[in-house]
């Protein structure tokens, strides 16, 4: 699978985001070390706190599949404000729970989820 694959198929996921309240629409694809794929859209709530990023849905996508292996993860948002998007602190702890070295991709950047959120909480 490509970057640019990914990337596309994160742009797509955008595209079916439920976002009336910010208006802003993220996708995310998720590649499995195994090849397969999990993309994801952000799902808002009037309650804000029980919004839902892209990244951690497509996370809970693929544990409930069965994954736990990850190597890359596109983010995509559309619009403007898009431009540069980065995971929030909550989907930078989720993506290093499952591997310091999972590859985020951005539309202009491209990270190592460990670096995104070097001091992350850790069980061990």
Same mark, same amino acid.
């Given at each position: 699978?490509?970057?640019?694959?990914?990337?596309?198929?994160? *742009?797509? !996921?955008?595209?079916? =985001?439920?976002?009336?309240?910010? +208006?802003?629409?993220?996708?995310? #694809?998720?590649? %499995?070390?195994?090849?397969?794929?999990?993309?994801?859209?952000?799902?808002?709530?009037?309650?804000?706190?029980?919004?839902?990023?892209?990244? *951690?849905? !497509?996370?809970?996508? =693929?544990?409930?599949?069965?994954? +736990?292996?990850?190597?890359?993860? #596109?983010?995509? %948002?559309?619009?403007?404000?898009?431009?540069?998007?980065?995971?929030?602190?909550?989907?930078?702890?989720?993506?290093?729970?499952?591997?310091?070295?999972?590859?985020?991709?951005?539309?202009?950047?491209?990270?190592?989820?460990?670096?995104?959120?070097?001091?992350?909480?850790?069980?061990?």
């Amino acid at each position: 699978m490509t970057d640019r694959k990914l990337l596309a198929l994160a *742009r797509a !996921a955008a595209h079916r =985001a439920y976002a009336p309240y910010s +208006r802003f629409q993220v996708g995310a #694809a998720l590649l %499995a070390s195994d090849g397969s794929v999990f993309t994801a859209c952000n799902v808002e709530n009037s309650s804000y706190g029980l919004a839902m990023c892209a990244e *951690r849905v !497509a996370v809970g996508k =693929a544990v409930s599949e069965g994954k +736990r292996s990850f190597a890359a993860i #596109a983010v995509v %948002a559309l619009g403007k404000r898009g431009k540069r998007v980065r995971p929030c602190g909550a989907c930078r702890q989720v993506l290093a729970e499952f591997g310091a070295k999972i590859r985020v991709i951005c539309e202009d950047a491209e990270f190592e989820a460990g670096e995104l959120l070097p001091e992350r909480f850790r069980l061990k």
